[in-house]
Antibody
Framework: QVQLQESGPGLVKPSETLSLTCTVSGGSINNYYWSWIRQPPGMGLEWIGY???????NYNPSLKSRVTISVDTSKNQFSLRLNSVTAADTAVYFC?????????????WGQGTLVTVSS | DIVMTQSPDSLAVSLGERATVNCKSS????????????LAWYQQKPGQPPKLLISWASTRESGVPDRFSGSGSGTDFTLTISSLQAEDVAVYYCQQYYSTPRTFGQGTKVEIK
């Protein structure tokens, strides 16, 4: 059974860059689509973007100017960078796996990691 | 963007009774070339990630109890819990994967009456 685990700093200062990594175990990162989704405390879910194992990406236009998602197949990991963060970026960040095709639901999720933006 | 609107925002149902959650999309998520609705339902319990319950509007994921069912097509969808159990207390989200950006409903909180 594939498992996903987010890692990274839990506290980021305003205007700095949020960086998270998702490590995939129990399966290969190859041939799948991988995504980041976030959830502000007490609120709903917002899709950030996804990446194919080959490196092609698709981002939410609302975040596109600040987001970069990358993949490292040798480490079975993919990563999120979000620039110029503000308090509005405080959220639980989830990584998730789609299927072999991008138009598929989020089949597997990490437990999520809370990132707080504060000085 | 496709806007997903759920109703109600919350509902309280007695144990063993039926719970119904509705989801409406601002445009159709039905793809005629494969005759499928690109609509999923998730369950999220406190402190946990969402769990995929139903994909393609009505296909239950492996291991999901058969008291959960999904229906609908085009722009109107329903998640039904036929006999509410205590472990079903959660927030339920619909999500479209027809187009990007992927979007979710605001969530419906299901509680025990």
């Amino acid at each position: 059974q594939v498992q996903l685990q987010e890692s990274g700093p839990g506290l980021v200062k305003p205007s700095e860059t949020l960086s998270l990594t998702c490590t995939v175990s129990g399966g290969s990162i190859n041939n799948y689509y991988w995504s980041w989704i976030r959830q502000p405390p007490g609120m709903g879910l917002e899709w950030i973007g996804y990446i194919y194992f080959s490196g092609s990406t698709n981002y939410n236009p609302s975040l596109k100017s600040r987001v970069t998602i990358s993949v490292d197949t040798s480490k079975n990991q993919f990563s999120l960078r979000l620039n110029s963060v503000t308090a509005a970026d405080t959220a639980v960040y989830f990584c998730a796996r789609l299927s072999y095709y991008d138009r598929s639901p989020f089949e597997h999720w990490g437990q999520g990691t809370l990132v707080t933006v504060s000085s | 963007d496709i806007v997903m609107t759920q109703s109600p925002d919350s509902l309280a149902v007695s144990l063993g009774e039926r719970a119904t959650v509705n989801c409406k999309s601002s445009q159709s998520v039905f793809f005629s070339s494969n005759n499928k609705n690109f609509l999923a339902w998730y369950q999220q319990k406190p402190g946990q990630p969402p769990k995929l319950l139903i994909s393609w509007a009505s296909t239950r994921e492996s291991g999901v109890p058969d008291r959960f069912s999904g229906s609908g097509s085009g722009t109107d969808f329903t998640l039904t819990i036929s006999s509410l159990q205590a472990e079903d207390v959660a927030v339920y989200y619909c999500q479209q994967y027809y187009s990007t950006p992927r979007t979710f409903g605001q969530g419906t909180k299901v509680e025990i009456k």
